[in-house]
């Protein structure tokens, strides 16, 4: 089973959406299924992100971020993309120059070392120069008028 669960995650899960529901026979009318199809997240322009989810980012960007997160192999979760300057003022640990104001940044999430390590391997390989290290998330930008090969590490979330 957990065979079964580990291949469909490496296969399908930036895919599909696929659940569990070996537990949870109420949602399937009584009926015990190890999966249950949970919808279907479409793709247009990228091999691994949704026009959605990559909104008024630039297109380059983007295309890194594509590469990264093939050569990373686990999920990327952009959890900040495009900021306006009322958003960005209103981030305490924000900067005022900062790559997300021209949609040249994402911030992505990641809270363990060995996904830290893949993801950070993947967007080193794929070209990003502009890497920040948080406490529960990665900082990548493509700014090419801030300072270039860096990797920074902050406080805060
Ligand atoms: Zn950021």
Redesign the pocket.
């Known amino acids: 089973m957990r065979a079964i669960w580990s291949w469909f995650k490496t296969k399908c899960w930036d895919r599909y959406w696929l659940a569990y529901r070996a537990e949870d026979s109420s949602l399937t009318g009584g009926v015990n299924v190890w999966f249950q199809w949970t919808g279907y997240k479409k793709m247009a322009n990228w091999t691994y992100f949704t026009d959605d989810e990559v909104k008024g980012l630039d297109t380059e960007l983007v295309a890194m971020l594509d590469r990264a997160r093939g050569l990373a192999g686990v999920p990327f979760v952009i959890t900040?993309g495009l900021r306006t300057q009322e958003q960005n003022d209103a981030l305490p640990e924000?900067v005022k120059d900062?790559?997300?104001l021209s949609g040249n940044?994402?911030?992505l999430a990641c809270a363990d070392s060995t996904t830290r390590f893949a993801m950070l391997r993947g967007l080193i390989l794929a070209g990003f120069t502009r890497i920040?290290v948080?406490q529960n998330?990665l900082?990548?930008?493509n700014s090419v008028t801030l300072p270039q090969k860096v990797c920074w590490y902050a406080q805060g979330t």
């Open positions: 900040c924000s900062s790559a997300h940044a994402v911030d920040g948080y998330h900082h990548a930008d």
